[in-house]
């Protein structure tokens, strides 16, 4: 089955509820290795979205992925919100009226990508791509292999949340988290974290399709 508009429209009320119910917890994370302030950043963020999106009728995912991304750019502060909003836009790019597996798979890969070179970031160095990065490949993998859009989804948020799991030892190397050094490691990035709830949220959209 194809992912529609109806789909994306799911999979941002559910991650603006994830972002509400993870507030604290992310605020937490972020207060160990940060500025304390990524949970009350991205629940802002995207009430702003929810906001957005009702106010002004959207046609179709590719629109939709637009306006989410200028709201979290505009609305959520730090690096979260020029990358985050990158990949929004990236989605845009890579959406359409109707998705199947592969297209899903493709979307990933483009919103991933497009966190890497706005924060000219790799893997390992405790950032959101952490999370991005490994999804992307376990999407591609399942697309390839011949998995539905639903199985695209599943792969990609259960390697974004493992990815986000291994950033517990990591040592930052970029960002606010870097100046800590070595005192960095033993704490989750609280980035790789929220982007692991976001890629839940999709999953979860799609599962109620």
């Known amino acids: 089955m194809a992912l529609n508009q109806e789909w994306v429209l799911r999979w941002t009320e559910l991650a603006t509820r994830a972002a509400q119910t993870h507030r604290e917890e992310l605020t937490a994370l972020d207060r160990a290795i940060g ?16 906001e957005a999106l009702s ?9 939709t992925f637009r306006t989410i991304a200028m709201t979290l750019m505009s609305k959520v502060g730090g690096a979260a919100g020029p990358l985050l909003g990158t990949a929004y836009l990236r ?19 483009a919103a991933s990508a497009g966190i890497q070179a706005r924060g000219r970031a790799t893997e390992g160095e405790k950032t959101m791509v952490d999370a991005w990065a490994p999804a992307s490949r376990a999407a591609q993998e399942a697309a390839q292999s011949g998995a539905d859009c639903v199985g695209v989804l599943q792969a990609a948020a259960s390697a974004a949340a493992n990815g986000a799991q291994n950033t517990l030892d990591m ?25 692991s709830y976001l890629l839940d949220a999709a999953l979860k959209a799609a599962d109620k399709a």
């Open 35 to 50: 500025d304390a302030d990524h949970g009350e950043n991205l629940d802002r963020g995207f009430t702003a979205v929810s």
């Open 55 to 63: 106010q002004t009728p959207q046609e179709d995912p590719a629109q």
């Open 91 to 109: 989605l845009s790019s890579a959406a359409k009226p109707a998705m199947e597996a592969g297209d899903v798979a493709a979307m990933i890969e």
């Open 171 to 195: 040592v930052a190397t970029k960002g606010r988290a870097s100046y800590l050094g070595e005192r960095s490691a033993g704490h989750l990035d609280p980035g790789a974290v929220s982007s």
